[in-house]
Structures are given as C-alpha cells and as structure tokens.
C-alpha cells in the first residue's frame, strides 16, 4: 500500500506540531525539520545535506518555517537585520531546493502579505510571488491560535489565558478596538491536508485562504477568556491602553473562498478558547 511522505519545514512551530500531529494520526510517514532539533535543521544553512535528503525522498512539502511570532513579537524584532536576513535566508534555501527537485508544496504565507508597512508582511508577499513562479500554492493564513511551546513567541488568545491564569489579570497593550479572523489550529490542520489532496485542483488559484470567516474585536476575546474562567471561580481583571494596533493596523482583508467547497471550520471561536483553557488550567493551576 502507497504511503504518501510528507516533509514539515518548522515541525516544532505553533502550526507546525499541530500539522505533525494530525498528519501522522491519519497514518501519512510524516518527517520533522526544525532548528529546535539541532544545527543539523537550521534551515538558513546553504546546503544543507539533511534538509536536501529530506526533501528528495518527500512526496510532499509543507513549507512552514519562518522567523515569526505573535503581535509583541513582531512589534519588537520585524524590523530588525537578523529577523529580516533569517526568513530571506530560509526562503532562499528552501525556494532553491523544492524548484530543483520539482517538488508539491503549501508555502504558509499570511494576510498581512498585503500590508506594505509591514516588514514581515512584505517578507511573506515575496514567499507568495516565488511560490506562484514555482507552481506551488500559497496557503494564507489568519490569525491561527492552539497550544503553543514557545512562549515567548505567544499570540494573542495564548497570552491572554496565561495572564489571567497567573495574574487573574489581562493586560491589553493596545486600545483592544482591532480585529481579527481567528482560526483553531485543528481546523488549520484539517485545511492544509484538503490543499494537499486537492492539490491540482486548487492549484490555478495561487493563493488560498486558511481563515474562520468572522472578525473578533481583541477585547471581546478577554471578555471571553473572563467568562470562562470566571465559570472556574477565578476572577479576572481586564484592563486596556490607549495605543492602537500598530503591527496590522486594523486593516481589514476579506479572505477568499476557494476552499469553502471542500473545507469548513468545526470550531466556533468560543469552543477553541475553553479547550485552551481547560489546557493550560491543567498546566498552570495544577
């Protein structure tokens, strides 16, 4: 029986070990990469004799690797040399290698790419213009939330539940007026493996898009963290600033629907917060 190998380039992200995990329980051979698992996997390294192994003896890749975190984290380090050459970097290697080989692949890009003051936004809006010439299909994402590793890196929904946990607190650095699009890493999950079976359908449209398909104003969603973990007897305080967003800067992007025909999220919004909850309850509280 054919056994479909899958390649993930940043397996150890907060989408990526989410993708491992789902592809490997539909019984896929699925192969990590990422530099947390040592210099070997540092995918900024010119060829690299492990990655270009991995990449011949793939059916598949998915191409997720990139210098990136939440909000905070893109506040602080987008604009910087070492954040900008690590993803030119990445891009680089990686575009080289799956252009020799002829490889499939779902390059993760985001709806900032159209956000031009934005470093990071104009980094994955290059990924998008190399994928389209490669033959490859840009999966756009928006604003994804799960369990996370890496902290420091947190986005929004993470962070929120963290600091109530801890502090019975949610600090809001911006005014908490901006929106969002979130979408449950699952459901992520479960549309990058559509993408990939539907490959030469979808292909002629360049440029998907993995989003749940409804704003949600920031501090509706520390209203939502307080309510459930006020249902857990923990009080918590909101509070907000007076700075507005300056890393999206609100700006509204309608998601296209190509996917819709065969893919549609499973989780509500308010679903996907108490399981991170119920998660990091476990985590923190006990």
Not at 182 to 205: H, P, Q, R, S, V
């Amino acid at each position: 029986m054919f056994t479909k190998k899958i390649l993930i380039l940043g397996s150890s992200g907060q989408i990526g070990s989410h993708l491992f995990n789902f592809l490997k329980c539909k019984n896929y051979e699925v192969y990590e990469f990422d530099l947390t698992n040592g210099n070997s996997e540092d995918l900024r390294t010119n060829n690299n004799k492990k990655f270009l192994s991995y990449i011949k003896k793939s059916h598949f890749v998915f191409f997720l690797a990139f210098d990136v975190g939440g909000s905070k984290y893109l506040k602080k380090n987008q604009d910087n040399f070492n954040f900008m050459m690590n993803n030119i970097a990445i891009m680089k290697n990686n575009f080289n290698a799956l252009y020799k080989y002829k490889k499939n692949f779902i390059f993760a890009t985001s709806q900032m790419s159209n956000m031009s003051y934005s470093s990071y936004g104009v980094l994955k809006k290059i990924g998008e213009n190399i994928t389209k010439s490669t033959g490859g299909i840009s999966a756009r994402l928006w604003n994804v939330y799960g369990i996370e590793k890496d902290l420091e890196k947190s986005h929004v929904i993470t962070d929120f539940i963290i600091k109530a946990l801890k502090k019975k607190k949610i600090n809001i650095l911006t005014n908490g007026r901006e929106k969002r699009d979130f979408l449950y890493a699952e459901d992520c999950c479960a549309g990058f493996e559509i993408i990939m079976k539907k490959y030469n359908i979808l292909k002629n449209k360049n440029i998907i898009d993995l989003s749940y398909g409804k704003y949600t104003q920031i501090y509706k969603i520390a209203q939502i963290v307080k309510s459930f973990l006020f249902k857990k007897n923990i009080n918590v305080l909101i509070t907000k600033g007076k700075k507005i967003d300056q890393v999206q800067k609100d700006k509204k992007n309608i998601p296209n629907t190509y996917l819709r025909k065969y893919w549609k999220p499973k989780h509500s919004l308010e679903s996907g917060i108490k399981k991170l909850i119920d998660y990091y309850s476990l985590k923190i509280i006990n």
